[in-house]
């Protein structure tokens, strides 16, 4: 019965943070390469801390609410290339909450898969000029592996800021990524919008500004992420130094 209302209370919650991230949505930030004219949204900077307190499943579907809820207040569209913000989203969720509910080698290994996907898919464009298209997620990849390291072995705890700072980082780099994969596809494959040439011509345009949209919304939503989670493991009687109580699904 104690799981059963910890349960009820995780999805309570997890849908009072769904309508959070729904409001957040309807703030624009940067307008999408991709996505059927949508943009790059406030409910980023919280999507990392969805999975951190919901884990990746509670956490993965409160993201798809909201973008459901702005979907229908037409604050985004999820038709068309608009899919693409979907599964961003959600990628981004599900990373952070791998990592933070303990499973370090899925939470690793997302973002190895999204990465693996993207350079063996011919739409890609592996690089602009010389330098790598994905070097700032190869460079995220390398930060999250040795801080789940040292978080499995005790070292740091989950509510480290470099901790915390390292899986916000990764989780939206995976869902850019995610989104990109998910975007030149249904952009070129599915419903033509744009030619295999068109698009390899657009790739070196937003090259230089994806790496500005993501360490800002990976320094904003850690500033937000850290004390909502402090606060949450200092109510529940958890010292800042220890790491967060958490159920088989996040940490909340």
């Known amino acids: 019965m104690l799981r059963l209302k910890r349960r009820s209370s995780l999805v309570a919650a997890a849908s009072v943070f769904a309508a959070l991230y729904a409001v957040l949505g309807a703030v624009p930030i940067s307008r999408l390469v991709l996505g059927q004219g949508n943009f790059l949204t406030a409910s980023n900077f919280v999507a990392p801390l969805a999975g951190m307190l919901f884990g990746p499943l509670v956490g993965g579907l409160s993201a798809i609410v909201g973008d459901v809820i702005d979907s229908g207040a037409g604050y985004v ?107 030149q596809n249904l952009a070129v494959r599915v419903y033509g919008v744009l030619s295999v040439q068109d698009w390899r011509n657009l790739v070196p345009v937003f090259f230089p500004l994806y790496p500005i949209e993501r360490v800002f919304f990976t320094a904003v939503g850690s500033l937000i992420s850290l004390p909502v989670l402090r606060a949450l493991s200092q109510r529940r009687g958890s010292p800042p130094s220890k790491r967060p109580i958490h159920s088989a699904e996040g940490t909340f």
Not at 94 to 120: D, E, K, M, N, P
Not at 133 to 159: D, N
């Open 77 to 183: 569209s999820l038709s068309g290339t608009g899919l693409s913000v979907l599964a961003a989203d959600v990628a981004t969720v599900v990373t952070a909450g791998l990592a933070f509910s303990g499973r370090r080698t899925a939470a690793a290994g997302a973002l190895v898969l999204i990465l693996v996907v993207y350079w063996l898919d011919p739409l890609s464009v592996l690089f602009v000029g010389s330098i790598p298209f994905t070097w700032l997620h190869m460079l995220s990849l390398a930060v999250l592996i040795p801080l789940l390291f040292l978080e499995g072995r005790g070292v740091v705890s989950k509510l480290n800021p470099a901790f915390v700072t390292g899986v916000t980082f990764a989780a939206l780099m995976c869902g850019q990524l995610t989104g990109t994969e998910v975007g």
